[in-house]
């Protein structure tokens, strides 16, 4: 039955939706793992500089998480990588001289970096000093934007590629790495990325702070962390808006028919209005019940309110990507982020108030909010991916054109295999973590070879 039904699917669209499933699963972990690390080594920071031990009590809960997801990020992303091979070997034949090399820098700066500090910063604790395990958070911080940095500059290149020729094989060969590394849309979305990863960990964390509130107002650790992830929803998420903005005007520039179908502007025209919801019908070519605010697209997009929008008219129909899925994620992904900034600003009006610890609305709020972060940036993902299509390289190489010579029912069935494992295995990780989260961070178990300086300790407590 399973294989009548693979035969008679596309398998092209298997293959699309097998690398989509992979990719989704994937790209949570690297997104909490990029913000995690950089919060272990601001709080192992904080602890040496104050004697806090709250800040290491912290350190000790969130680096065994950080171990775990660190971990299934790692294999999640191996077995995403393979599909190059089996269903994408006409893209790495003819990208492979683009992608190859840039794929390899991240393994050789960041990778490396990541696993030979990580060791030390998981079980280096009482095997070298304070400083040099500091030194090693340090670098597995780094080592996460550095990935991130490398990873995003490929997506890029894909979106707006630049620094290139074609050779006699028809392969996109470099002209310019510079050029290439450093393409028009890499600084806004590297930006982007980074800032969603740090908003995601901020709102796990405080939503992991707020449910120990919730049991406790009077728990210290509670306390620091749904503090210190208040500060960063307060700050970032504003500043996300910003960036977002001018990743926004970016691809309106240069990928304007993705701009279209986030907009669900069909039509080009002045004066165009912002669609807050609606149908977009592809086959009318219409936003069927819509509700839209003259003129406010023209002003987001082009900062003038009766500036002309380019709409999917002025594109060929076989090169529309699917406007319904691009326009839904869109929203979904802002309306998220307003979310997490209007978090922000109660949290700030509740610190004010000296009431940021009492509030329980406040709490049960940011506890529905940990796990948005994550959808917000899967959304975000497929208004990249699929708002590029029919495109695997902007303009040049036709999604349909790159996959392999694979039959549905072989690609169908690999399918069904990850979906099965993926879901057991990473099913079985999420569990733990959450479980970990769940533990009281006031009885996070120190060790005596920890060497917490007891006189600094007492004195911290004294000077309270």
Do not use: C
Request: glycine residues 8%; without cysteine; proline residues 5%.
């Amino acid at each position: 039955m399973l294989e009548s039904w693979f035969s008679q699917a596309d398998a092209v669209l298997l293959a699309r939706f097998q690398f989509a499933f992979t990719v989704a699963f994937h790209i949570i972990f690297p997104a909490f793992t990029i913000g995690l690390a950089s919060f272990l080594a601001v709080l192992e920071g904080l602890y040496l500089k104050t004697r806090n031990p709250v800040y290491q009590k912290l350190f000790r809960y969130w680096v065994k998480i950080f171990a775990v997801a660190f971990g299934m990020g790692v294999v999640s992303g191996i077995v995403m990588s393979y599909q190059f091979g089996t269903n994408w070997a006409v893209f790495s034949d003819k990208a492979g001289p683009v992608i190859g090399p840039l794929m390899g820098y991240e393994v050789l700066t960041a990778f490396f970096l990541e696993a030979g500090f990580l060791g030390v910063m998981l079980f280096g604790m009482n095997k070298v000093g304070e400083r040099l395990h500091f030194f090693a958070t340090l670098m597995v911080a780094v080592g996460t934007a550095i990935s991130a940095f490398w990873i995003l500059s490929v997506n890029s290149w894909m979106q707006t590629p630049a620094g290139f020729a074609m050779n006699e094989q028809g392969q996109f060969i470099v002209t310019s790495w510079f050029e290439a590394i450093f393409n028009p849309s890499f600084p806004y979305r590297l930006a982007h990325m980074l800032l969603a990863a740090y908003l995601t960990t901020a709102f796990v964390v405080g939503a992991v702070g707020a449910w120990h509130l919730l049991k406790d107002s009077t728990s210290a650790s509670a306390r620091k962390m749904f503090s210190m992830a208040m500060w960063m929803a307060l700050i970032v998420a504003p500043l996300q808006v910003f960036v977002g903005d001018l990743h926004g005007l970016n691809t309106q520039e240069h990928q304007p028919a993705k701009v279209a179908a986030m907009e669900g502007h069909f039509e080009t025209q002045s004066n165009a209005p912002l669609y807050l919801f609606g149908l977009p019908n592809q086959t009318t070519a219409e936003v069927d019940y819509a509700v839209k605010i003259p003129g406010l697209a023209s002003l987001i997009l082009q900062h003038d309110i009766n500036a002309e929008v380019t709409g999917l008219d002025q594109f060929p129909r076989d090169e529309w990507p699917p406007v319904a899925i691009v326009f839904w994620a869109f929203r979904i992904m802002v309306g998220i982020g307003v979310l997490m900034m209007l978090i922000g600003l109660w949290s700030g009006f509740q610190r004010l108030r000296g009431g940021l610890y009492q509030s329980k609305m406040l709490h049960r709020s940011a506890v529905l909010m940990g796990p948005l972060g994550f959808v917000a940036v899967i959304a975000g993902w497929v208004v990249t991916e699929v708002g590029r299509q029919p495109w695997v390289i902007q303009g040049l190489l036709r999604t349909s054109e790159a996959v392999s010579p694979v039959d549905a029912v072989g690609v169908g069935a690999s399918l069904l295999a990850f979906i099965i494992v993926y879901f057991l295995v990473f099913g079985a990780g999420t569990v733990y973590i959450l479980r970990k989260m769940a533990g009281d961070p006031e009885h996070t178990h120190i060790p005596d070879y920890a060497r917490i300086p007891m006189a600094a300790e007492r004195l911290y407590h004294e000077e309270k």
